[in-house]
């Protein structure tokens, strides 16, 4: 009985944790994947587009959100980092202006999976041409 209850509540924990450290990016791994690069960020629970950002090679980014009547987005200028194996954004009028640190899984495709530093899933992000604008 009490293997059983040691197999069921590893078993529990394994399938309620994040990702393991193995399937995350590394920090060069992560900077050479966002640095220069645009994405459009995805809810995992509904496919659906949510955002799209540039990280801009200067340490700088641009959110924007498509307005619901697909009226033109308007661009939101922040900056991101990278520390360790995480990364982090802030920008001026999204979240309060606080920062946010992810970590990232590669999914395959060109995509990851961003989870919140605590854990929490976060959005895929997936690879989009850099806009005109922004070249």
């Not at 809810?43 to 659906?48: A, L, Y």
């Not at 999204?94 to 920062?99: M, Q």
Request: hydrophobic letters at 35%.
């Amino acid at each position: 009985m009490t293997l059983r209850f040691i197999a069921a509540a590893t078993l529990a924990f394994g399938l309620a944790q994040p990702a393991v450290a193995q399937d995350m990016i590394d920090a060069a791994a992560m900077a050479d994947y966002i640095t220069g690069k645009a994405y459009q960020g995805i809810n995992p629970e509904t496919n659906e587009p949510v955002a799209s950002v540039v990280y801009h090679a200067d340490g700088t980014s641009t959110l924007w959100m498509a307005g619901p009547d697909g009226t033109t987005p308007k661009d939101e200028p922040g900056s991101y980092r990278i520390e360790n194996n995480t990364y982090c954004t802030r920008y001026l009028n999204f979240r309060d202006n606080s920062e946010n640190c992810f970590t990232l899984e590669d999914i395959g495709d060109g995509k990851t999976q961003a989870y919140y530093t605590d854990g929490r899933t976060a959005l895929i992000l997936s690879p989009i041409e850099i806009p005109d604008r922004f070249k």
